[in-house]
């Protein structure tokens, strides 16, 4: 299945007053980090809402978050992990 592109600003990408489509990739799995629940119209339950779950101070929030946000959109979710201020998640498209 071909995406919708998001530029490096995260909105659509736009070629020539067209929506360019493609493979998302890794843009993909970003969006449903940083954005939160209830911002996707037709799927209200994605978004791991990175942002703020980053900041919880209990942390136990972020794996679920993640995998089931990512989940419901086709991947599983091997690992959640932060280091050395870097996140780092380990999943696969189930769809691919």
């Known amino acids: 299945m071909r995406d919708y592109l998001m530029d490096d600003n995260m909105d659509l990408a736009v070629e020539d007053g067209d929506f360019l489509r493609g493979e998302a990739g890794d843009r993909n799995e970003l969006a449903h980090l940083v954005t939160a629940p209830g911002e996707w119209k037709e799927y209200p ?12 101070e209990t942390g136990g929030n972020l794996y679920r978050s993640v995998s089931e946000s990512m989940g419901r959109d086709g991947f599983r979710v091997k690992a959640v992990e932060i280091s050395e201020n870097k996140l780092r998640v380990d999943a696969e498209d189930q769809d691919a």
């Open 45 to 56: 339950e994605l978004g791991a809402d990175l942002g703020r779950r980053i900041n919880d």
